[in-house]
Structure formats: C-alpha cells, structure tokens
C-alpha cells in the first residue's frame, strides 16, 4: 500500500461526518507503519478501543481510498483453544478472541437512521500481516494449508474488503 498522510486518511471516511473523522486517533506508532506489508490500513483508536477504522485503496479510476469507521463488539466468553474464529477477510484461522465482529453505519441516511453492516475480522485488524506470513495466530492452532500463493491470498483479501466497503458506502461491489 502506498503511504497516506493523516490528512488523507481523516478525508477519506465515507460513512462519519468530518468531526467524526477528526476525534479518531491514529495508533502511537503511525509514524513507523510498514506500509510495504500493508493492503489496506486498520487500526483500533488507543483513546477507545471499541472504536476502528480502515482505510482500503480503491481500484484505478475510483476514489484514491475509502475509509470507514467501525465498531468493535465487546468481548464475550472465555478464549480456549476448543474454539476458534476465522477472519472473514484474510481467512485466517484465530483463537475465539482473535477474531471480532466490527460494525460500521451506512453512508448518507441510512446510517444516519442506525442502519449498519457488519463482519467478522481479525480483532487486530492485521489481516495483512497474516497474509504474509509476518504475524502469527496467538494460539497455535491446526491449519489448513491453501494452494493459492500469497498474492492470489492478497487478491482474495482485497476483494471481500472491496464488497464490505462498498456495502457501507452504497455503491456497487467492484
């Protein structure tokens, strides 16, 4: 992913007002993100950490980037290694704590009326890491190992994030 300055990533929400956008706080280390390992730039607001925000490239011709504000389910229930989650972007398979269902209000009206979408992430959201093989499961659990390689994973993750985007911001899934 190619870098993107905080003014950028506040302008680009689609499902906040421009208040909204600026009370969200960038993680500590923003200044050190990799973004060579990254497809797309989440986080969890260190001031609120039911609060979340993605911010996902668009393909050529479309807006640069959406972002979209979420929200994080509170925690339920006892992380054990009998039960696991997987991350419906990355597919990667996490001990019950580390996936999260993360909500997000509709663009425009509808979420203004309290309509939301939701699914259900890594609760890092470091889908991109996991991808790479650079962040491992807490947990250790057994995997099942894919035949696609790493990019058709990466291919495979941006377009599940393209079609959540595109549900939150009302516009046809690319």
Known sequence: ???????????????????????????????????????????????????????????AGARPRVGILLRKAEGGGKVSAARSSMCQVCLTDHNAGGVSLFTAPLAGAAGRNGNSVGDYLCSDLACSLYLRGKRQPKMRLVRFEETLTATEKIDRALLKLSAFTSRVAGSPAR
């Open 1 to 59: 992913m190619e870098p993107i300055s905080e003014a950028e990533i506040r302008a680009s929400f689609v499902n906040c007002s421009k208040g909204e956008a600026a009370r969200i706080k960038l993680p500590t280390d923003f200044r050190e993100t990799p973004w060579d390992d990254l497809d797309f730039f989440g986080w969890i607001d260190p001031a609120a950490p039911q609060r979340a925000a993605i911010v996902v490239p668009t393909p």
